[in-house]
């Protein structure tokens, strides 16, 4: 089973400052078959990224990814109100297809 | 446009049983792959099961593997989940998922409400 680590647990941050998630892997992603999503409180999960870098259908450009292997990040150029929220990631190359354990993005 | 259902969820005691439905719409429901992920009230989410569209290869997370099964009917555009032996640890809500693609190997771009299972005596 392939682990994913997300760090930091939490990170406090200003609207219009950047924002750096990490996630890294136990063991290599193949293909680089890793997503990112959106949690808001209360909502299902929103698929943001995929095949690493990928923007899926309708994700504003500030959202990207990168990375590949065991290590892999997203990144938020300028925060907007709405962006606070869970963000996990989620490898499906290889079952278990397993999610990290998440990303708490608050308001400073 | 892509829609997702889930119904089912009940408080069921240790040992019981329930099948959880997903009735799909707004797409060709036999091409996509499916996965039920779930959510343990305050935490993060873990997938338990998916199945391919056509074939219908099926895949189980090692925590519900011999109690749950995934399972498909194309011709009523709905995924299911029966769900037996439960635990305590089964609480959850249980969301259904559209895949990006075919395969199991794709992310799930679509994404239900949820329904609510809770084990408890």
């Known amino acids: 089973e392939i682990v994913l680590t997300q760090s930091p647990g939490t990170l406090s941050l200003s609207p219009g400052e950047r924002a750096t998630l990490s996630c890294r892997a136990s063991h290599s992603v193949s293909s680089s078959h890793l997503a990112w999503y959106q949690q808001r409180p209360g909502q299902a999960p929103r698929l943001l990224i995929h095949h690493a870098s990928g923007r899926a259908t309708g994700v504003p450009d500030r959202f990207s990814g990168g990375g590949s292997g065991t290590d892999f990040t997203l990144t938020i150029s300028r925060l907007e109100p709405e962006d606070f929220a869970v963000y996990f990631c989620q490898q499906y190359g290889t079952s278990p297809y397993t999610f990290g354990q998440g990303t708490k993005l608050e308001i400073k | 446009e892509v829609q997702l259902l889930e119904s089912g969820g009940d408080l069921v005691q240790p040992e019981g049983s329930v099948r959880l439905s997903c009735a799909a719409s707004?797409?060709?429901?036999?091409?996509?792959?499916m996965s039920w992920v779930r959510q343990a009230p305050g935490k993060g989410l873990e997938w338990v099961s998916s199945?391919?569209?056509?074939?219908?290869?099926?895949y189980y997370a090692d925590s519900v593997k011999g109690r749950f099964t995934i399972s498909r009917d194309n011709s009523k555009n709905r995924l299911y989940l029966q769900m037996s032996s439960l635990r305590a640890e089964d609480t959850a809500v249980y969301y259904c998922?559209?895949?990006?693609?075919?395969?199991?190997?794709?992310?799930?771009?679509?994404w239900g409400q949820g329904t609510l299972v809770t084990v408890s005596s």
């Open positions: 199945i391919s569209g056509i074939g219908g290869n099926t």
């Open positions: 998922a559209k895949h990006l693609v075919l395969v199991t190997a794709s992310p799930g771009d679509h």
């Open positions: 707004g797409f060709t429901f036999s091409i996509y792959a």
